[in-house]
T-cell receptor, first 114, second 116 residues
Framework: EAQVTQNPRYLITVTGKKLTVTCSQN?????MSWYRQDPGLGLRQIYY???????DKGDVPEGYKVSRKEKRNFPLILESPSPNQTSLYFC?????????????FGPGTRLTVL | AQSVAQPEDQVNVAEGNPLTVKCTYS??????LFWYVQYPNRGLQFLLK??????LVKGSYGFEAEFNKSQTSFHLKKPSALVSDSALYFC??????????????FGTGTRLLVSP
């Protein structure tokens, strides 16, 4: 089944404890993105990647890092999480980065930072 | 900058009645518009998109959307609502004036509640 998977689905952590949320897609997609969803704000893009070793900032990149060492994987790294990073995170992928390309989303990771 | 607005936080409709979830957009070039649905504890699922051509776009689960250039709107519709349609709906847009990766810009979402 073609899909985007994320792990973990739920995570509670404490301020300053480094964490990684994994994302993997099995559709051979070039483009991958990370979004965060907050009430009343919709989804906002954190980072995106156009291909292996090519990444760029989205609208809200502060406090996050990403890497794209393999085409299928795009982990999100929070080196020193803070409570304002408590949110619902989505990974997405698309075949291309063009106007008509559809992004497909993972199931989400609900992160709570205490 | 491109943007979308979903003016209603919540829409309530009775099962069997038609439903409309509103979306208006603002872009500097040609609009490329998408609708996604988020069921409880699930990720976003793609419903449909408008790229060009026919102003009425048909999508998954019986949903359709009407593109209106003069009103800059892209309302989501369904002729007969089901209780199982209750979910959070997001409108999104891409702006053809940008170069590079064509980011999706999302609205704030509209919660649809369908009562039995």
């Amino acid at each position: 089944e073609a899909q985007v998977t994320q792990n973990p689905r739920y995570l509670i952590t404490v301020t300053g404890k480094k964490l990684t949320v994994t994302c993997s897609q099995n559709m051979n997609h070039e483009y991958m993105s990370w979004y965060r969803q907050d009430p009343g704000l919709g989804l906002r893009q954190i980072y995106y990647s156009m291909n292996v070793e090519v990444t760029d900032k989205g609208d809200v990149p502060e406090g996050y890092k990403v890497s794209r060492k393999e085409k299928r994987n795009f982990p999100l790294i929070l080196e020193s999480p803070s409570p304002n990073q408590t949110s619902l995170y989505f990974c997405a992928s698309s075949l291309g980065g063009g106007l008509a390309d559809t992004q497909y989303f993972g199931p989400g990771t609900r992160l709570t930072v205490l | 900058a491109q943007s979308v607005a979903q003016p209603e936080d919540q829409v309530n409709v009775a099962e069997g009645n038609p439903l409309t979830v509103k979306c208006t957009y603002s872009v500097s070039g040609n609009p490329y518009l998408f609708w996604y649905v988020q069921y409880p504890n699930r990720g976003l699922q793609f419903l449909l998109k408008y790229i060009t051509g026919d102003n009425l776009v048909k999508g998954s689960y019986g949903f359709e959307a009407e593109f209106n250039k003069s009103q800059t709107s892209f309302h989501l519709k369904k002729p007969s609502a089901l209780v199982s349609d209750s979910a959070l709906y997001f409108c999104a847009v891409r702006d053809s004036m940008n170069t590079g990766f064509q980011k999706l810009v999302f609205g704030t979402g509209t919660r649809l509640l369908v009562s039995p």
